[in-house]
């Protein structure tokens, strides 16, 4: 099994920034691509931004621009930098990490039990 444990979420007020962290812990796999999805009460889980193992990028639409994802491979940690929060930023945030054990090719997803991020207006 692989755990992954997500940190840094709060109340914070529009315009300000959060950085979340998230460690992926686990023996016998390697972490390939990780990222961070976010879900608002009645709403659909939606992907907020990914990084895959040779570091490249992706973002939502709604994010670009103020959201920075990097990696830590030495750590397996992934982090999400938000700048200019908005109060539509407001949702649980998780974070997923794609990992393959020793010995197999089919990577499976593992995801966090969330934080909390909360914008205020």
């Known amino acids: 099994q692989v755990q992954v444990e997500e940190s840094g979420g709060g109340l914070v007020q529009a315009g300000g920034s959060l950085r979340l962290s998230c460690a992926a812990s686990?023996?016998?796999?390697?972490?390939?691509?990780m990222g961070w999805s976010r879900q608002a009460p009645g709403k659909q889980r939606e992907l907020v931004a990914t990084v895959t193992s040779g570091g490249s990028t992706d973002y939502a639409d709604a994010v670009k621009g103020r959201f920075t994802i990097s990696r830590d491979d030495a750590k397996n940690t992934v982090y999400l930098q938000m700048n200019s929060l908005k109060p539509e930023d407001t949702a649980v945030y998780y974070c997923n990490a794609d990992a393959i054990r020793r010995g197999t090719y089919t990577p499976l997803r593992y995801w966090g039990q969330g934080t909390q991020v909360t914008v205020s207006s």
């Open positions: 686990g023996t016998m796999f390697s972490i390939n691509n």
